[in-house]
Each structure stands twice: as C-alpha cells, then as structure tokens.
C-alpha cells in the first residue's frame, strides 16, 4: 500500500509541473514605455528599445575605443611591412 502511495503522490507532482509548460506566454512590463511585452523579446515591439543592455547596439565610446584600436594595429602594420 505505501507503494500505492508513492505512485499517487509522483503522478500528483506530474501533473503539477505540466501546468509550468507555459513560460512563453509570461509578460514583463518595458522598463521605457510600460507597456506589457514577452519575456523573451530583445527589444520592445512599441517603443524599439532594447530591453537589456547585452543586446543593445555597441555605446559611442565602445565603438571609439574599437576605432582607435583598428588604427593603431593597422599604423603598427604599416610600419612593420615599411622595414
């Protein structure tokens, strides 16, 4: 009977995690517009914002940075193929 038991409770935890099969539809409020979005989504479908920080386009300063590295790699390149 206790086996009985156990089965019953294993089917019951079952059933339970079926019901957490929806995630894709769980909606989050946009940090810019406040209007109600998927979790999922990079950037809001109302105001084009990027949600977090990771998908956004590369800031200003990250692209100089990039910038002024390419030019001096490629100066030191020039420099090197020069001698």
Partial sequence: MTRQHETDDD???WDDDESD???????V????CK?????DVQ???YCN??????????????????ITVFL??????LWLIGH
């Fill in 21 to 27: 099969d929806d995630d894709s539809d769980v909606l």
């Fill in 35 to 39: 209007e109600e979005i998927p979790e």
């Fill in 11 to 13: 089917e019951e935890e």
């Fill in 49 to 66: 914002e990027y949600i977090s920080l990771e998908d956004g386009p590369l800031s200003r300063k990250q692209r100089w940075i990039v």
């Fill in 43 to 45: 950037r809001c479908p």
């Fill in 29 to 32: 409020e946009c940090p810019y």
């Fill in 72 to 77: 001096c790699l490629s100066m030191m390149f």
